[in-house]
């Protein structure tokens, strides 16, 4: 028999497909990864940015007796943990306040945050404590203080969603792991009615090549189900899609390192707003959509996250302060045919097909670490593999940029971005003349990018690598034509290659990331 190229190719380079790809490769797997678009470009670049247990789901583990929604709290509270010690860069506790205005819920919330931090034992980030109406409107002047009668704070942790997908797709490349982004999956082989290989297109080049693997893994996050009908086209979907938006704003809507949680909007969802980089994010919805490559942020869910956290905050914020906006796309287990898709539960499951493809759908940005352990464990299995000889290794597995001290004299936005690889564009920078076209330190991160990060776009480096159109899109948008020249000299990539990329960015940014 002809050896595989490889022993897994994982399709899907977000939050689970690189969770699985590290978890693998650092096994001793020989693995490929191929994404579509960029790394991280759909759901996990679009989240709340939170690492947390899910109080929300507590609430509704109590209250309908759910086990599986107690369970899921339990399991993020001590991944929580492990993802804020083995990205350490990318990740840090938060403290959150939540305003209280009427006495009757006062007991409510907090004997929830009290059992909150109960769950978490000893990997708690910091105890919840009660705190008067003045106090919280001292450590957080955005609070509404008109008929305020207390607030609760507790912790959570924060981090950077679209900058962990990358350190985790450099950490599985440095165990050998091949990964490919903007490469397309348009075919899956088969032998005798098993999975044996791929079709993968290199949607940039518009060159096609095939591989071979003992096992392939479908982690496509919201595609999923469109993979499982490349597989089988009678499969029947398993996932029911949520839209959740976002919303940037300035920093002075939120002068405080601490943010806010607003646990009762008028149809019982939880909102937050939170420190974002130099501004604040409002987020998030969360209703029922379909599946798309770009979706938009409507009107009627601006309208519904501002007129719910303008209750609550003493300043308003009108449609004219949003600097930025995006939508992404939950992957939720559907469950019956409910059309209410913020009590569906943020579980996971693997799922074989007759053909031999793994799926595994579900989950959230927390649990990522233990999604992939038990993907990697059962496709060992399949293989006829000993687990004792293949064991996991990435509970205490410190990421790519979280390995090193960091000298003082680098900036602080350049480490809250690359932790210890920011001296390798600081390097760079210092041997880069000004040429009047981009800031030198944004030439070099851009240069660093393309040569360790996989940019082959504007908005690889534009929304995931920097969040600068995350943050300001009519920054972005005045630097892309400099970008993009920087770019087609750095790729080399012809006129028309340059030109059509740069459209595409330009028209992306305007009608919304």
């Not at 978890?23 to 989240?47: H, I, K, M, P, Y």
């Not at 105890?127 to 912790?155: D, E, F, M, T, W």
């Not at 029947?236 to 809507?253: C, N």
């Not at 938009?296 to 600097?323: F, M, Q, R, T």
Request: with cysteine; hydrophobic share 35%; proline share 4%.
């Amino acid at each position: 028999m002809k050896k595989s190229d490889f022993d897994m190719i994982i399709i899907g380079g977000g939050a689970t497909g690189a969770g699985i790809a590290l978890d693998a490769s650092s096994r001793g797997l020989q693995v490929a990864l191929f994404e579509q678009n960029d790394f991280g470009e759909g759901t996990s670049s679009r989240s709340t940015k939170l690492v947390h247990g899910g109080v929300r789901y507590l609430e509704d583990a109590i209250k309908h007796l759910n086990k599986a929604q107690y369970a899921l709290v339990k399991e993020g509270l001590r991944e929580r943990k492990i993802f804020l010690e083995n990205a350490s860069h990318l990740a840090h506790p938060i403290e959150l306040i939540t305003p209280i205005y009427k006495w009757i819920d006062i007991p409510y919330i907090y004997s929830g945050l009290w059992l909150y931090d109960r769950l978490s034992g000893k990997y708690s980030l910091g105890k919840s404590r009660l705190i008067s109406a003045s106090k919280a409107i001292q450590i957080n002047p955005s609070i509404n203080p008109h008929g305020l009668k207390a607030a609760v704070s507790y912790c959570d942790g924060a981090f950077n969603d679209s900058r962990m997908v990358i350190a985790l797709i450099q950490s599985a490349q440095e165990n050998g792991a091949m990964v490919r982004n903007h490469h397309k999956i348009t075919k899956l082989h088969k032998k005798s009615g098993k999975l044996h290989g791929v079709t993968v297109v290199d949607q940039i080049k518009q060159k096609e090549y095939q591989y071979s693997a003992d096992i392939i893994i479908n982690a496509a996050g919201p595609f999923v189900d469109q993979v499982r009908k490349l597989d089988d086209p009678n499969s029947k979907p398993i996932l029911q899609i949520s839209s959740g938006i976002h919303l940037v704003v300035d920093r002075k809507f939120l002068p405080s390192p601490k943010g806010i949680m607003i646990p009762k909007t008028s149809d019982g969802r939880v909102i937050f707003i939170l420190p974002y980089q130099d501004k604040c994010i409002i987020g998030t919805s969360d209703n029922p959509a379909t599946v798309s490559q770009h979706p938009k942020v409507s009107k009627s869910e601006i309208d519904y996250l501002l007129a719910n956290i303008n209750k609550y905050l003493n300043i308003h914020i009108k449609k004219s302060d949003i600097l930025s906006s995006f939508s992404g796309l939950r992957p939720l287990l559907a469950h019956g045919d409910t059309n209410n898709t913020s009590r569906l539960v943020r579980e996971h499951i693997e799922i074989f097909s007759d053909s031999g493809l793994l799926t595994v759908a579900g989950g959230k940005w927390t649990s990522y670490r233990r999604m992939s352990q038990s993907a990697v464990n059962l496709a060992l299995k399949t293989l006829g593999k000993n687990l004792n000889d293949y064991p996991c290794t990435t509970k205490h597995y410190k990421l790519v940029g979280s390995r090193k001290p960091i000298p003082d004299t680098i900036p602080k936005e350049l480490t809250s971005r690359y932790g210890d690889q920011a001296t390798k564009i600081a390097q760079i920078s210092a041997n880069l003349d000004d040429d009047g076209e981009l800031p030198r330190m944004t030439r070099a991160e851009l240069i660093y990018t393309i040569s360790s990060e996989y940019v082959k776009k504007p908005l690889d480096f534009l929304v995931r690598r920097t969040s600068i159109a995350m943050t300001d899109t009519h920054k972005a948008l005045k630097l892309l034509p400099k970008l993009a020249n920087t770019m087609k000299y750095e790729l080399g990539y012809s006129d028309e290659l340059y030109e059509e990329l740069e459209k595409e960015a330009f028209d992306i940014l305007k009608s919304g990331i």
